[in-house]
């Protein structure tokens, strides 16, 4: 049975991303992962914010724009929307609502992870009791403003349980489980 995974890049400071989704800081720190290289063949499917979807791209400007994994990945996508273009777009379904989006992101992904994409997407996954695992490499560096990793207003309290360490010359990848 598939898995939902969150797999981000974050800041020292807790950021995914720059002040208005800007992604473009991963740039100079992207580069071989083992973690995230061993990962992409364990990807089903993505369950992908809209946002995230049309555009906040550490590949932007780039042949790879546009491509999951920086072209690494290819495969089914969900995108969690409540504007769905009117023409459709190759291997990628529209869900207006998350139980929609996570069955079928799910029922794409076989019995491998379903990755999530988008800070808002996994937010409400992990709020809702779907998000399994989180994996997250810290980057070394300090954006002091943008989008977080998690943001949940008034806070909230979360337990983790680490299953994995380990080193890769952009960052340091720890893996967690999330704990119900």
């Avoid at 089914?76 to 929609?100: R, S």
């Avoid at 080193?167 to 893996?175: E, L, R, S, Y």
């Amino acid at each position: 049975m598939a898995r939902l995974l969150y797999s981000a890049c974050m800041s020292l400071d807790g950021f995914i991303a720059g002040p208005g989704g800007d992604m473009s800081w991963l740039s100079d720190h992207l580069g071989p992962n083992p973690t995230v290289d061993e990962l992409v063949d364990d990807v089903g499917s993505l369950l992908v914010g809209n946002r995230t979807f049309g555009g906040d791209d550490p590949y932007k400007g780039t042949p790879q724009e546009g491509e999951p994994f920086g072209g690494e990945w290819s495969g089914p996508q969900v995108v969690l929307t409540h504007h769905a273009p009117e023409k459709p777009v190759p291997g990628v379904t529209f869900a207006g609502d998350l139980e929609t989006a996570v069955a079928a992101a799910k029922d794409a992904a076989g019995d491998r992870y379903v990755n999530v994409l988008g800070a808002d997407v996994a937010r409400q996954c992990l709020e809702a009791g779907y998000l399994d695992e989180i994996l997250t490499c810290i980057v070394p560096v300090l954006l002091g403003d943008g989008v977080r990793l998690f943001a949940h207003p008034g806070g909230a309290n979360v337990r983790l349980d680490r299953i994995g360490l380990s080193q890769a010359p952009g960052g340091t990848n720890v893996w967690f489980r999330v704990v119900r």
